[in-house]
């Protein structure tokens, strides 16, 4: 299954609203997650099951979708926001694993 | 608190054989529903999937590295090792350790990660 995210780099200016947009090559049901990683660190999960919130991620961070097509929603953006985010599916059996490009958030 | 922390080489020579060392607290790999995996991201890349080893000794490994990689596991330590033989510039990579979770049937996610370890393959 093959992950497409778009777009590459999205511009927003802080306190507005970003939508990050991620596209499976065939349906990977609600078994889709979103992560969010900072230069030099680790990737950090924000949501699973398509819509669940990690724990201890502000509500700002929300997601929908399921099938082929999901969004992530990062209302109010605040300075942190700005760095890469990966949708990532894990649906496929036997498993298979795979990441989108990712979507670099960058200030307006 | 889950932690897991990645240790190993930080240089090898083309041709070897890598091998890593997660060492992972908070959890056992006894317990139903449970799994490490490994991942990678080479620099200023996306992030590959590499392997996965659950808490009954079943393992899966990426397709296109299947014959290169072994995935262990030592729960008496706390303990997942991969080794990948062969190694290449290409697999230049900083490497993560991650714990995985059931959420239903036959399906895992992953929550918690390791800081990762970078592996130059240089000669």
């Known amino acids: 299954i093959v992950m497409t995210q778009s777009p590459a780099t999205l511009s927003v200016s802080p306190g507005e609203r970003a939508t990050l947009s991620c596209r499976a090559s065939q349906s990977v049901r609600s078994n889709l997650a979103w992560f969010q990683q900072k230069p030099g660190q680790a990737p950090r999960l924000l949501i699973y099951?398509?819509?669940t919130r990690a724990t201890g991620i502000p509500a700002r961070f929300s997601a929908s979708g399921s099938g082929t097509e999901f969004t992530l929603t990062i209302s109010s953006l605040q300075s942190e926001d700005f760095v890469v985010y990966y949708c990532?599916?894990?649906?496929?059996?036997?498993?298979?694993?795979?990441f989108g490009q990712g979507t670099k958030l960058e200030i307006k | 608190q889950i932690t897991l922390k990645e240790s190993g080489p930080t240089l090898v020579k083309p041709t070897q054989t890598l091998t890593l060392t997660c060492t992972f607290s908070?959890?056992?790999?006894?317990?139903?529903?449970?799994?490490v995996a490994w991942i990678r991201q080479p620099p200023g890349k996306a992030l590959e999937w590499l392997a996965l080893?659950?808490?009954?000794?079943?393992?899966c490994y990426s397709p296109s590295l299947r014959s290169r990689l072994t995935i262990t596991k030592d729960t008496s330590k706390s303990q997942v090792v991969l080794t990948m033989t062969n190694m290449d510039p290409v697999d230049t990579a900083t490497y993560y350790c991650v714990h995985s979770k059931r959420i239903a049937t036959q399906t895992y996610y992953f929550d918690y990660w390791g800081q990762g370890t970078l592996v130059t393959v240089s000669s």
């Open positions: 908070g959890f056992s790999l006894t317990t139903g529903g449970v799994g």
């Open positions: 080893i659950y808490w009954d000794d079943d393992k």
């Open positions: 099951d398509a819509s």
């Open positions: 990532q599916q894990y649906n496929d059996w036997p498993p298979l694993y795979t």
